[in-house]
């Protein structure tokens, strides 16, 4: 079975500061994907990124950068230059080859000061 | 413009009488899903769907039921509904199951 952690339940950034979320995830599929979604306080999930598990750079999109560290099973999420726009809940996923399950971790709740 | 549609939005039933939440895609996508969100929990994934008449459990298939006789709908039935199927639900679809979902607008259903 696969697992996805998010150890942090809220974090509070000072706008235009990077921040890291944090993800761990556990599998026995050699093939993995891991994905990040974003869902803000109207309700809509927003994808943000992926990372393939074969890909040899950390995947980057815009503001939002994948730190992947494969041996110690973490893909954590960086977002720079934080806006007040990204206060959102944050949710990682792992979709394994063996099963094409999507596993979601519980979220991280990022609140943005002005 | 692609989109994928949850129909109801909204509902409140009552314990044991049959209810359908539709979901449909035009974005001839091969992957669909559904999704329970309950406070706490994050996503859980209920069945999904590979393609046309392929569909498999996910993490909380107990009480719910699918089918995939289109490409575009997956509809989502609840035989027999008690409270604590009360959540949130989004459908979600992609172009194969390796790729980013596009989610619905989501479902909130109340049995009472």
């Known amino acids: 079975a696969q697992k996805i952690t998010q150890t942090q339940p809220g974090m509070f950034v000072q706008e235009k500061e990077a921040v890291t979320l944090d993800c761990t995830y556990d599998?026995?599929?050699?093939?993995?994907?891991l994905f990040w979604y974003k869902q803000p306080s109207s309700g809509e999930m927003i994808f943000l990124i992926y990372?393939?598990?074969?890909?040899?750079q950390n995947a980057t999109e815009g503001r939002y950068s994948l730190n992947f560290q494969k041996a110690r099973k973490s893909a954590n999420l960086v977002i720079s230059a934080s806006q007040l726009g990204d206060s959102a809940m944050y949710f990682c996923?792992?979709?394994?080859?063996?099963?094409?399950?999507?596993?979601f971790g519980k979220g991280t709740k990022l609140s943005v000061i002005p | 413009e692609a989109q994928v549609t949850q129909n109801p939005r909204y509902l409140i039933t009552v314990t044991g009488k049959k209810l359908t939440v539709t979901c449909s895609q035009n974005?001839?996508?091969?992957?669909m899903s559904w999704y329970r969100q309950d406070p706490g929990l994050g996503l859980r994934q209920i069945y999904y769907?590979?393609?046309?008449?392929?569909?498999d459990k996910g993490d909380v298939p107990e009480g719910y039921k699918v089918s995939r006789k289109e490409k575009r709908n997956f509809p989502l039935i609840l035989e027999s509904p008690s409270p604590n199927q009360t959540s949130l639900y989004f459908c979600?679809?992609?172009?194969?199951?390796?790729?980013?979902?596009?989610f619905g607008d989501g479902t909130r259903l109340s049995i009472l």
């Open positions: 979600a679809s992609s172009l194969k199951a390796w790729q980013p979902q596009h």
């Open positions: 599998t026995s599929d050699p093939s993995y994907g």
């Open positions: 990372q393939g598990s074969y890909d040899q």
């Open positions: 996923a792992m979709l394994g080859a063996g099963s094409y399950q999507l596993t």
């Open positions: 974005m001839n996508h091969e992957y």
């Open positions: 769907s590979m393609n046309v008449e392929v569909t």
